[in-house]
């Protein structure tokens, strides 16, 4: 079936640092692919999304490339702040079902 | 623009007691509907779903249950909760293009003593 896999957490980086955090999925045809971010004690809030192959999503200076050849969607920011404190979720969409498959979350902590 | 209400948003029960959680979406119509539940520290676990009134898709057996009796209404319920049921409960909603961004309430917290 479906799957999204994400690198274990929790990363702990230093304000300004560059960050990278790895998705990888398995699915059959073409699913969305979405990064999602939860904030202590929220719902889950949209980062950035891209629908088809070679997409590049962003948003608040996050981006990430949907990447069919290595079914990969890496979430990337250049300099993280201390108010990108959060879980993030890889998620994708398959079409054709209703489900939406969500990775374990990566907890990211900046420090000041 | 559409909007997702839970509520309560914090809920504290004993074991054994019966449970409702509601969820409505403003400004839409006709929208895909999903429960989920977030453990301490873990990832979404997809309870149930539903395309339409009164059509629901159950994930994973257990004690829980959930109805749609409005187009834009989704509750969750149990007759008896178990300690188990503890956790973060999320509904969320989207459109019925697999490209469609799905969109999540603000939560409700249940501690079950």
């Known amino acids: 079936g479906d799957s999204v896999t994400q690198m274990e957490g929790p990363v702990t980086l230093s304000e300004e640092a560059f960050l990278t955090i790895n998705c990888t999925y398995t699915?059959?045809?073409?699913?969305?692919l979405f990064w999602y971010v939860q904030y202590p004690g929220e719902g889950l809030q949209l980062l950035l999304k891209?629908?088809?192959?070679?997409d590049k999503g962003s948003n608040k200076g996050f981006e990430a490339t949907y990447r069919k050849e290595t079914t990969s969607f890496h979430l990337e920011k250049g300099s993280v702040q201390v108010s990108d404190s959060a879980v993030y979720f890889c998620?994708?969409?398959?079409?054709?079902?209703?489900?939406?498959?969500f990775g374990t979350g990566t907890r990211l902590k900046v420090l000041a | 623009s559409q909007t997702i209400h839970q509520w309560p948003a914090t809920l504290v029960q004993p074991v054994g007691s019966p449970l409702s959680l509601e969820c409505t979406v403003e400004?839409?119509?006709?929208?895909?509907l999903y429960w989920y539940r977030q453990a301490a520290g873990r990832g979404l676990q997809l309870l149930f779903y539903s395309v339409g009134i009164g059509q629901i898709s159950s994930e994973v057996p257990q004690n829980l249950s959930a109805s749609r009796p409005q187009d834009r209404q989704f509750i969750l319920s149990s007759k008896k909760l178990l300690l188990s049921d503890s956790g973060f409960y999320l509904c969320?909603?989207?459109?019925?293009?697999?490209?469609?961004?799905?969109?999540f309430g603000p939560g409700t917290r249940l501690t079950v003593l």
């Open positions: 998620a994708l969409s398959a079409s054709g079902t209703y489900k939406y498959i």
């Open positions: 400004g839409t119509s006709n929208p895909n």
């Open positions: 969320a909603w989207n459109g019925y293009q697999s490209t469609d961004t799905q969109y």
């Open positions: 699915a059959t045809g073409y699913p969305s």
């Open positions: 891209a629908t088809k192959a070679d």
